[in-house]
């Protein structure tokens, strides 16, 4: 579920707060996790219990408002949107690379494994030279999850298939999810870096940071112990941005957000994602771009003029060009 943009003050305030979290105990500066450490114990911490209040809220709420809108929330059309980008830094070696970037499944009842199988078959179709996933694989529990990444681990694309995690992959078992998606040939960045291809595009990920000052201290630390430039960032949260433009980092890919899911007409960034910085769509600093996805998924039954979408993104080098 998108939460609200978080200051450095308000991250203080939840890092004092929270007792047991996957990045560290309380205070701790976030910190690289490569999936083997043991996270909080399951389905018993806050945000776990908080979580499963709101899944049932919302189950609530969508059987008073009719099965009807369920049904027609899961029968809504994956939109695959495909746009060309132009980046002054972008390795001429990539020149004109496809990237396809999904995010945000959210699998449980409003994305059941069937529609979320459907979507990789979309994927697959695109015949991406990269394919990443910026995660919320899951919606709440890990319980069922392995058909999807199996699914995702049958993808196949010349420069590989990445994936990083998002919020809602840290509730319940992280570790699981890490350790199956690994099984399944997915390669999972925790705050490090592949350099990929024979001439060496460099792409990097980080896990979960909920605020501004978690993403920064994430991306320094993927960014100090890369050797030479990093080129695509994969981040869940889109505050990865202000840190990865100013690493130089040409295109950074996030979701998080859902597009606020309601949205104007033929203005996606005036949407129910309200406290967000950077809601959907296409930003830039200086030579950098970041791109924020839709997703696919949801967390309550409804997308106005906010079609859950997968992305293809062909990249080349030249003066910054960014669709509308």
Request: net charge positive; charged share 25%; hydrophobic share 40%.
């Amino acid at each position: 579920m998108p939460e609200r943009d978080e200051t450095d003050a308000d991250a203080r305030r939840s890092s004092q707060g929270d007792r047991a979290r996957p990045d560290g105990p309380a205070g701790d500066e976030p910190r690289a996790w490569n999936g083997s450490e043991e996270p909080a114990v399951r389905r018993q911490n806050g945000k776990y219990r908080r979580a499963r209040l709101r899944h049932r809220i919302v189950a609530v709420a969508s059987n008073a408002v009719g099965a009807a809108l369920t049904r027609r929330h899961l029968n809504q059309p994956i939109a695959v949107r495909r746009l060309d980008v132009r980046l002054p830094d972008w390795p001429s070696s990539h020149d004109g690379i496809r990237i396809v970037h999904f995010s945000d499944l959210h699998l449980g009842s409003l994305l059941p494994i069937e529609r979320a199988l459907g979507a990789l078959e979309l994927v697959r179709q695109e015949r991406g030279d990269l394919i990443a996933c910026t995660g919320d694989l899951v919606d709440l529990d890990v319980d069922g999850v392995e058909p999807l990444l199996e699914g995702m681990g049958s993808l196949t694309a010349p420069l590989g298939h990445y994936l990083v995690l998002g919020n809602h992959d840290h509730l319940d078992d992280p570790r699981g999810i890490v350790r199956l998606a690994r099984a399944a040939g997915l390669e999972v960045l925790l705050d490090e870096s592949r350099v990929v291809g024979g001439s060496g595009l460099a792409v990097a990920g980080i896990d979960w940071g909920r605020g501004v000052r978690e993403c920064r201290v994430r991306v320094d630390s993927v960014c100090n112990r890369t050797d030479g430039p990093i080129h695509l960032l994969l981040s869940h949260n889109p505050l990865a941005f202000p840190e990865a433009s100013r690493r130089g980092i040409p295109l950074t890919l996030a979701g998080h957000t859902h597009g606020g899911q309601v949205a104007r007409r033929a203005r996606p960034t005036q949407s129910l994602a309200l406290g967000h910085r950077f809601r959907a769509g296409f930003y830039a600093k200086g030579p950098s771009a970041l791109f924020v996805t839709n997703g696919l998924g949801a967390w309550f039954p409804l997308r106005l003029h906010c079609d859950p979408e997968i992305v293809v993104l062909t990249i080349r080098r030249g003066a910054m060009s960014l669709p509308v």
